[in-house]
């Protein structure tokens, strides 16, 4: 089994629908990522959590919110959509005692906002 | 603020041959840590390979090297023997040593897409 999953996989969806991507990892891992992935710009970091009661922005958080429910979830949520966040949406995760830091990602959610 | 800077949106390579993909970086600290990540077509991100900026041996995985040259922060990815399976995009990434707050956040380039010819 994946020890970090996402769902959905794909989703479309029309300007001004809620939506949530979740993220579940097995890892044990204290730290968990949201990043977007757009065409020509890479990955940037939407949220990022440290742990349960720890919750950050990272550079385009700007109509998303994030929620830790557990150590092991953490779920993405846009509001309203709009087309411009379409794109490939990653959650990854990290262990706060690896000094490397090295961070697992997820299988990736397509979201297409009509 | 770090930077990651990949200059060649695309590369291609003949099978069997060698590429080797550019990144260069800005950053004021002594100590990092650099990776390369591949992105085949199933979207999956998997580490190709990791550098310890303190380590001067430059990392190695398999067909994979790294030519990292600190003083010109600089950090590319050679391919040897390239094969099918390596076409995929390619993302050079940053993290600070210091884990703490927003400063162990991994910092990615744009990425560069690979392509390998039969």
């Known amino acids: 089994d994946a020890d970090v999953t996402q769902t959905p996989r794909n989703r479309i969806t029309k300007t001004g629908k809620r939506i949530m991507l979740e993220c579940s990892q097995t890892?044990?891992?204290?730290?968990m990522y949201w990043y977007r992935q757009d065409p020509g710009l890479g990955l940037r970091l939407i949220y990022y959590?440290?742990?349960?009661?720890?919750?950050n922005k990272g550079e385009i958080s700007d109509g998303y919110s994030v929620s830790r429910q557990a150590q092991a979830k953490f779920s993405l949520s846009l509001e309203s959509a709009i087309p411009n966040q379409t794109a490939l949406y990653f959650c990854?995760?990290?262990?706060?005692?690896?000094?490397?830091?090295?961070?697992?990602f997820g299988p990736g959610t397509r979201l297409t906002v009509l | 603020a770090q930077t990651v800077t990949q200059s060649q949106p695309e590369m291609s390579v003949q099978e069997a041959e060698t590429v080797t993909l550019s990144c260069t970086y800005d950053?004021?600290?002594?100590?990092?840590?650099l990776f390369w990540y591949k992105q085949p077509p199933s979207r999956q991100m998997i580490l190709v390979i990791r550098?310890?900026?303190?380590?001067?041996q430059n990392a190695t995985e398999n067909r994979f090297s790294v030519n990292f040259q600190k003083a010109a922060k600089s950090f590319s990815l050679k391919i040897s023997d390239s094969q099918l399976g390596d076409a995929a995009m390619y993302f050079c990434?940053?993290?600070?040593?210091?884990?703490?707050?927003?400063?162990?956040?991994?910092?990615f380039g744009k990425g560069t897409k690979l392509s390998v010819k039969p």
């Open positions: 990854a995760t990290s262990e706060l005692r690896d000094y490397r830091n090295e961070q697992f």
């Open positions: 890892k044990g891992h204290d730290r």
């Open positions: 959590s440290f742990d349960v009661k720890d919750i």
């Open positions: 950053t004021s600290e002594s100590d990092y840590y």
């Open positions: 550098q310890e900026a303190y380590k001067q």
């Open positions: 990434a940053y993290r600070s040593v210091n884990y703490g707050g927003s400063q162990g956040n991994l910092i």
